[in-house]
Each structure stands twice: as structure tokens, then as C-alpha cells.
């Protein structure tokens, strides 16, 4: 089945830059998000990158894939303390179906 | 801005009773998903509608869930009877493609059902 993988925590200090990274298993990707999730609410879409892409520039937001190596990372410039959430990797297989990680919970220290 | 509802935001039941969440989508969204959270977890797909049919139920435990879209409009997730190990955040999502539409697809979560099953 589909995996998708990512580290549990991350912490920086306001003002550097974060970086989140994702593995995934399924070659057959078409599509790879990256999502925030504040707590008690759902998921909100920052970004996404079509597997053909290798980068994605977005704001202080930056996405890198490495298809071969099936990683995906999320790169935050100037990191502020709302930016403190769990961000979860995402991929959909048949631009359908979608398969989340277990989110990487970003903590922001003034 | 349009968004996906959802209610009751949080629900305590004990086990063995039933329960029942409901989704409004954004509106003139055709695909519907249900999705459950356990804490610490990512979303795992439970349901996924296309208007009132369900094109994918294979990780919906069928033996006590049970989901419906009449209407192809809102929806309900029912579970009777409610085990422990229900207790998970709902959500729901809504996109306007297709299935098997073959283009980008964005999905819009609401905020979340929090079930706890004592």
C-alpha cells in the first residue's frame, strides 16, 4: 500500500528558516500537497507540486521534489510564531485518491 | 468565503450507543470525502462520494459504519454501534472535479467532528 512518511517534530526560533521533509512510496504520484493544521480545526492547503515538477516557489514557501529519491520538503523562510502547527505531507494517486502522513508538528520559539 | 460545515464540532458518547455527524459542502462541489484523524495521526480516507454515489468505501469498517448523500448535496456519517477505539477527529472535505477527471484537485476540509467514546 501506499506510504507516506515524515519526522514527528521539528522546532526553530522565529525568524530562521524551516525545513519539513516527507518519503513517500508510490511512483504513481500525480499531485504532492503540503498542509496545515491548527489545533482543533481541519486541514488547510498551502501548497502543492504536479510530479513533474522538481520546484515550487510560493511566497516564503518552497517545495522541492526529488522524484527518484521520492522526497518532498517544505521549506518556510523567516519562520514566525504563527507558523506553529502540524504540517502534513500529502499524495494522490489518479489525481483522486489521497494519502496523508502522520504530520510533523512544528514548533516556533520566539 | 465559502466553506465546508460540519456538525456537531464535538460529540461524547459511551460505547455501544450510535452516533451520527453531518457534512454540508461547498456548495456546487461534486465529490464528497470523509476522512477520520486519530490523535497523532494523518487523515485516512474513510468514505469518498461522486454526487450520491460512492465510488470508494474500501477502508469504511462496514460492519458498524454507514455513510449516505442522498441528495448528492450534504451527508451523513452514521456508527452504530460506537466502539473505543472510534474516538478520532471526522472530517470532511468537498472538491469540485471529478472523479477520474484527470486534473488538479483541490480539497477543501472543514473543521472536524471530535468523537470520544467513553
Known amino acids: 500500500g501506499e506510504d507516506v512518511e515524515q519526522s514527528l517534530f521539528l522546532s526553530v526560533r522565529e525568524g530562521d528558516s524551516s525545513v519539513i521533509n516527507c518519503t513517500y512510496t508510490d511512483s504513481s504520484s500525480t499531485y504532492l500537497y503540503w498542509y496545515k493544521q491548527e489545533p482543533g480545526a481541519g486541514l488547510q492547503l498551502l501548497t502543492y507540486?504536479?510530479?513533474?515538477?522538481d520546484m515550487k516557489q510560493d511566497q516564503r514557501l518552497t517545495v522541492l521534489l526529488n522524484k527518484k529519491d521520492k522526497h518532498l520538503s517544505l521549506r518556510i523562510a523567516d519562520t514566525q510564531t504563527g507558523d506553529s502547527a502540524i504540517y502534513f505531507c500529502a499524495e494522490s494517486i489518479s489525481f483522486n485518491k489521497f494519502y496523508f502522513g502522520s504530520g510533523t508538528k512544528l514548533n516556533v520559539k520566539p | 468565503e465559502a466553506e465546508v460545515a460540519q456538525s456537531p464540532r464535538y460529540k461524547i458518547t459511551e460505547k455501544s450507543q450510535a452516533v451520527a455527524f453531518w457534512c454540508d459542502p461547498i456548495s456546487g462541489h461534486a465529490t464528497l470525502y470523509w476522512y477520520r484523524q486519530i490523535l497523532g495521526q494523518g487523515p485516512e480516507l474513510l468514505v469518498q462520494f461522486q454526487d450520491e454515489s460512492v465510488v470508494d468505501d474500501s477502508q469504511l469498517p462496514k460492519d458498524r459504519f454507514s455513510a449516505e448523500r442522498l441528495k448528492g448535496v450534504d451527508s451523513t456519517l452514521k456508527i452504530q454501534p460506537a466502539e473505543l477505539g472510534d474516538s478520532a477527529m471526522y472530517l470532511c472535505?468537498?472538491?469540485?472535479?471529478?472523479w477520474g477527471t484527470g486534473t488538479y484537485n483541490e480539497q477543501f476540509f472543514g473543521p472536524g467532528t471530535r468523537l470520544t467514546v467513553l
Open positions: 507540486i504536479f510530479s513533474n515538477m
Open positions: 472535505a468537498s472538491s469540485s472535479r471529478g
